[in-house]
């Protein structure tokens, strides 16, 4: 309370306390799955990923806030994805659920595994990545290339559950963002990074920057992070504007790799990104973009802009639900987030030797499903052939660099 220059009322704390709750889950929201064949009373032994999700209940509970709509990883994606239409991850059409990968743990029930690896059912791939340059990348960081979710949070005075409130969250700003952004966690393993602005008002004290990334969790609890800013003040504005851009780790949706290209043909990673702003208050909806650029240089969030005309709702202000447009181009920080670039000519040797195992092993694998269709047992060749496809094409890149 000593940090904010607003009066903040019991009966306001408590109504943004029930906003939070939405987030937060018991018992019954993952395992509660009524039908009409089961009746209103139906619980399911393995909570079903639409469960998971929270908004295929017509909820906000669980990850439908977090991952789907605020992170923007989605896993069902299609209509579950925000916004709309982003592709469901690749687990999800081989029909698994999130608690297939993500089990329980030595706490018991409830005590789920955040960060699930690959190696329990891809062994020969974390194999053949281990003995290549690309060990210390993480293999979401090739297969996801396109994320959803906030792409522009900003707090300011508004209505919570109906009653005045000076932090009302503006941060229905949806849309998609593609590449995702690759960072070094704690350890130094490449991770793809969500990356968006915010801001909020009425602080009472200044705040000095701090240059780089700072982890929420050094000891790598999690792997998200944040850049500080520092405050800012805006003539006629909100106080002191507290400025930072949120950076946090994504794991979905996997699918088919980015191109090598996408990350090696320069050392600059650029994201773009396209958004629509559809919050209840302050305006009526429009849309806008902006860049995320990494490089060398630092990480640097740009050419934020409306595309579309603005028109205020009765008492909405542009520094309460967009206050980016009077702060201007601040949302950057210091650092090297720059790819290592490839040698170019070990790049498309490399690229050939890939091209030419890849048709042998296509060659291969029509002969086994030949083989497998008459009968015969191909277990152990085509075992050794999941082998030698995954060191092709994963255990590639030992002389990529210069």
Known sequence: MEEINYPLSREQAVAKQKACNICHTGCLDCHYTPTKERGSHAMSRIPPALNCTGNGRSTFVCHAGTMERRRGDSYLGNDFSEPAGLPEDVHVKQKMECVDCHQTGPGGMGHIERRATCQDCHPEVEQAMARSMHRNVACESCHVKILGGYEMTSWGPGMVLS?????????????????????????????????????????????????????????????????????????????????????????????????????????AQTAKVAWKFFDTQGAEPFTGSQKVVADRNGLHVKDIKATSSITLMEGGKIENFAAWMKLGDIWKTSGDFSIPKSDPVKYRKLEAGIRDAMRKLDAEDRELKRREANGDDMKKLRRRWKEAKAAAVHGAGQVVLP
Request: net charge positive.
């Open 163 to 267: 009653r005045p409130n000076p932090f009302k969250k503006y941060s229905l700003y949806y849309g998609p963002q593609a590449p995702p952004i690759l960072i070094k966690d704690q350890k130094g393993i490449w991770i793809p990074t969500k990356i968006w602005p915010n801001s909020m008002g009425g602080f009472k004290n200044r705040v000095q920057p701090k240059p780089g990334l700072v982890f929420r969790w050094p000891d790598g609890q999690t792997r998200d992070a944040y850049a500080q800013l520092g405050t800012f003040s805006v003539p006629g504005g909100n106080n002191n504007y507290l400025a930072w851009i949120q950076v946090e780790q994504v794991a979905h949706p996997l699918g088919k790799s980015r191109t090598c290209g996408s990350c090696h043909d320069g050392a």
